[in-house]
């Protein structure tokens, strides 16, 4: 059943705008943080100097015990001028007497009038936060008291509204250049970024598609130096290699198999025909049913085994594991095995635990494993000692089979347990189906165990099962 996908996004693109949304949103936060920090940096630093300014107006306007006025603006004596604090209008400057009234100011009209408010000034705060006019527009008031002899005679007020404090018009557009910069030299840095790794990406989607099509002839560079790029593309690259193998193998064995199977089929044909013929009688008719007989055994063993592996693959055979005492199990299947050969000239040596211990396990199917592995050792040496020993750690009981056989080709052995897999010296000499290692393992694994080559060399082949103890 397939699932109608949504329409797909090239990766570079996907990335790009999830990237540049993303960075957007960020410069947006940055840039909303960075013009409040501004406007209140600007607004205490105003303020700052508004104070600086009356208090030097204060001190520079007294004569003997009146009030001098100043003599104009931007000039010693006299107003500062806006640009001293960087400001866009004059602010409003009043020269007043201790009750407040205004003896002279720098704008004919402001929000003050003629008079400041008593309560203004006879507040202990040098800085006031005030509003003014019909729209509740926000003044910050800044006064300075002219003294003489330590007596006050009067004060020195300076207002402005909290919107011209706060206008540093080219502050906010550098801050505006600066975060328009940031976006676009952040969109390419990703853009290209994106673009350099969604490229090996898509070459092995390609790849895939090629290898998906049965065209194994794949070309991946590996000239990628990010680590996890190399490790795709070179697992990739592994893994195609190895589906080649097989595939070549697959059509190797397919051909083995029917060959295998048809041969035991038309040996039996034969000698029947020749006995139904009359070509043979008697005592030779006889030998030809006993022939019959072993090579349809050995074809009923067969298709046992493909019937067993197909059950054990689709996780349709049920275990019974019960407790069993591991030396007496393993001595009575090897006793077994050595009164089932007829040859002789194989010599089978046991080493056992030196206490007793008992596992759960299945022991028709330990068995089953074991005959293979005990045949497979057979096979391999012909006349020899095969070597059979139990031992154990904390959490698992090990069952090695050792030949001294000349031993698994180093090319051979990542295929062993490959199903319907057979060694080049062994298919010629022996019939089978090449099922009896990959059923074992199966076996082994469905009693949460696992079977394994431990090592093969020159000198011998050592293949291990392990079984849990819990």
């Keep these: 059943m397939f699932i109608k996908n949504k329409k797909r996004i090239p990766l570079s693109r996907y990335w790009t705008s999830r990237y540049l949304l993303t960075l957007c949103i960020g410069l947006i936060v940055i840039a909303l943080l960075s013009a409040l920090w501004i406007r209140n940096t600007t607004l205490e630093n105003r303020i700052n100097i508004m104070k600086l300014l009356t208090e030097d107006m204060a001190n520079r306007i007294v004569s003997s015990n009146e009030i001098r006025p100043p003599l104009g603006r931007g000039v010693p004596g006299g107003f500062p001028d806006r640009r001293w604090m960087g400001l866009e209008s004059e602010p409003f400057i009043y020269i007043a007497n201790s009750d407040g009234q205004v003896v002279s100011s720098n704008r004919p009209m402001g929000p003050l009038g003629k008079q400041v408010d008593v309560n203004i000034i006879e507040s202990k705060e040098t800085v006031q936060k005030l509003q003014f006019g019909e729209n509740s527009i926000n003044f910050y008031l800044v006064k300075a008291p002219i003294s003489v002899n330590e007596n006050i005679i009067g004060w020195v007020v300076m207002m402005e509204s909290e919107i011209g404090l706060v206008k540093v018009n080219q ?132 298709v046992e085994d493909l019937l067993a592996f197909n059950s054990f693959a689709a996780n349709a055979v049920h275990l019974t594991m019960i407790k069993a005492n591991m030396n007496d199990l393993v001595e009575n299947i090897v006793y077994q095995w050595n009164a089932s050969q007829e040859e002789e000239g194989i010599k089978t040596t046991i080493s056992l635990l030196k206490t007793d211990l008992q596992i759960e396990v299945d022991t028709i199917r330990l068995e089953q494993i074991m005959m293979n592995l005990l045949n497979n050792a057979k096979q391999a040496i012909q006349e020899g000692e095969i070597q059979v020993s139990v031992s154990f750690d904390k959490d698992v009981v090990y069952i090695d089979v050792a030949d001294d056989g000349p031993g698994i080709p180093l090319n051979e052995q990542a295929f062993i347990f490959e199903r319907f897999f057979r060694g080049e010296g062994k298919k010629y000499l022996h019939r089978g189906l090449g099922l009896g290692l990959s059923l074992s393992k199966m076996i082994a694994q469905a009693m949460k165990g696992d079977l394994y080559l431990k090592q093969s060399s020159s000198t011998g082949t050592i293949f291990r099962i392990c079984l849990p103890r819990e």
Excluded at 205 to 215: F, R
């Design 171 to 302: 502050e906010y557009t550098l801050l505006t250049i600066m975060i328009i910069s940031l976006a676009l030299l952040g969109w390419g840095a990703i853009y290209f970024l994106t673009k350099r790794l969604s490229r090996p990406i898509k070459e092995v989607a390609k790849a895939a598609k090629q290898v998906q099509e049965g065209d194994y002839r794949i070309h991946l560079p590996l000239n990628s130096k990010e680590e996890e790029v190399y490790e795709l593309v070179a697992s990739f690259k592994e893994m195609v290699n190895r589906l080649e193998q097989l595939e070549s193998l697959r059509a190797e064995l397919l051909a083995g198999v029917t060959h295998e199977l048809k041969t035991p089929v038309t040996s039996i044909s034969g000698l029947l025909q020749a006995i139904n013929d009359g070509v043979v009688s008697g005592e030779e008719a006889k030998k030809f049913l006993k022939i019959s007989l072993k090579e349809t055994t050995k074809m009923n063993t067969m």
